[in-house]
């Protein structure tokens, strides 16, 4: 089945390559799409067989030594590497919204600021031109989202006519340069591993080493040497990325407790993460596991009395109850359930939370 699917992503990886040598053509009949596509997909490091694998360089966490490069520092080099050339290009610096989604996924509280530092040290004398170019882009991506509807309602002629009008309003003359065959092929590689991570959802009948492989192999051919290969860096990321994939899930919670941390650490240690990372996540995943267990015990006491009583006695037991389960975060789960959420009824998702 392992070589199956490696034959099955061989053969998808050489589609996309064709597709790269053909005309843009048919790029403004998939704009609607374009929003979806434009989402960031995280790559995955070195699998379970070091020797076959390739080095997918250093591991940025807070656990690794002070020689290593900082994030911030691994992309001023690639920015300069890859874009250096061609960076006063509108098409050049619209590839860029994906960095800065990047960083603001790293970064959720100061995002933009440290995206533009970095776009100063790479490119001081563009920075702010390319600021404004993404800002619009990103305008553009709204707009596309606000009128999907209306958009795949149209027929194509009339779409495309729309899509152009609105790409003209924001960029002007450079709306022609923008969406260009760089652009179009760095979607496809988006797409592609898309794919990849669909295919993986589906293959309920290879085991977590086969899919770590694969997963490896198609990345790999699909990112290496490419602007976006700074993805690799993120072991975090990678490992939730993974570690969502339904199938993973789905073997996982058929494993005895010690059995599946076993696996879980094994994951995390072929991902690049060193001995003292999966030490400390192991400690992390035995706090989340007794949550886990508390949570879930309260629930069936939650619906034992909801199924007993109800109006001002049921709450009266139920502010009770969850005195008793969440002590000092009582009033929060409180909340969340006037708000009508209920954190353990939430599919676990074993290594994510």
């Known amino acids: 089945m392992k070589k199956t699917l490696l034959i099955i992503f061989a053969a998808l990886l050489f589609a996309i390559m064709v597709v790269f040598s053909i005309s843009v053509i048919t790029y403004d009949s998939r704009q609607t799409d374009t929003i979806e596509k434009n989402r960031p997909v995280a790559a995955i490091p070195s699998g379970r067989k070091p020797s076959s694998q390739p080095s997918l360089g250093p591991t940025?966490?807070?656990?690794?030594?002070?020689?290593?490069?900082?994030?911030?520092?691994?992309?001023?080099?690639?920015?300069?590497?890859?874009?250096?050339?061609?960076?006063?290009?509108?098409?050049?610096?619209?590839?860029?919204?994906?960095?800065?989604?990047?960083?603001?996924?790293?970064?959720?509280?100061?995002?933009?600021?440290?995206?533009?530092?970095?776009?100063?040290?790479?490119?001081?004398?563009?920075?702010?031109?390319?600021?404004?170019?993404?800002?619009?882009?990103?305008?553009?991506?709204?707009?596309?989202?606000?009128?999907?509807?209306?958009?795949?309602?149209?027929?194509?002629?009339?779409?495309?006519?729309?899509?152009?009008?609105?790409?003209?309003?924001?960029?002007?003359?450079?709306?022609?340069?923008?969406?260009?065959?760089?652009?179009?092929?760095?979607?496809?590689?988006?797409?592609a591993m898309k794919e990849a991570i669909r295919l993986l959802d589906e293959s309920y009948d290879t085991s977590i080493e086969e899919k770590l492989d694969v997963y490896i192999s198609a990345l790999t051919e699909t990112y290496e040497g490419t602007p976006e290969a700074y993805f690799l860096e993120n072991r975090g990321l990678l490992s939730k990325v993974f570690f969502g994939i339904d199938s993973v899930q789905k073997e996982l919670a058929r494993m005895q407790p010690d059995r599946r941390q076993m696996e879980i650490n094994e994951i995390r240690r072929e991902m690049g993460f060193t001995q003292t990372q999966i030490e400390d996540h192991e400690k992390i995943d035995a706090y989340r596991n007794q949550r886990w267990e508390n949570g879930l015990n309260y629930m069936k006491e939650r619906d034992a009395l909801a199924a007993q009583y109800s109006g001002p006695e049921l709450e009266e037991k139920l502010n009770t109850l969850r005195e008793k389960f969440f002590k000092h975060e009582a009033v929060t789960i409180e909340r969340e359930e006037t708000d009508g959420f209920f954190r353990y009824k939430r599919p676990r998702v074993y290594g994510r939370n």
């Not at 530092?117 to 553009?140: M, N, S, V």
């Open 60 to 191: 940025n966490t807070a656990s690794s030594p002070p020689s290593e490069m900082s994030v911030e520092d691994r992309l001023v080099e690639e920015l300069k590497k890859y874009y250096g050339d061609t960076i006063a290009l509108k098409s050049t610096q619209a590839i860029l919204l994906k960095v800065r989604d990047y960083i603001r996924s790293l970064y959720p509280e100061d995002g933009d600021e440290r995206f533009y530092t970095i776009l100063k040290r790479a490119f001081p004398e563009l920075a702010d031109e390319i600021i404004i170019t993404l800002d619009k882009l990103e305008k553009y991506n709204r707009w596309l989202t606000e009128n999907q509807i209306k958009l795949s309602e149209m027929n194509d002629l009339e779409r495309k006519g729309t899509l152009w009008e609105k790409r003209q309003a924001l960029f002007g003359d450079d709306a022609e340069e923008i969406w260009s065959d760089e652009l179009f092929a760095y979607e496809e590689r988006q797409q």
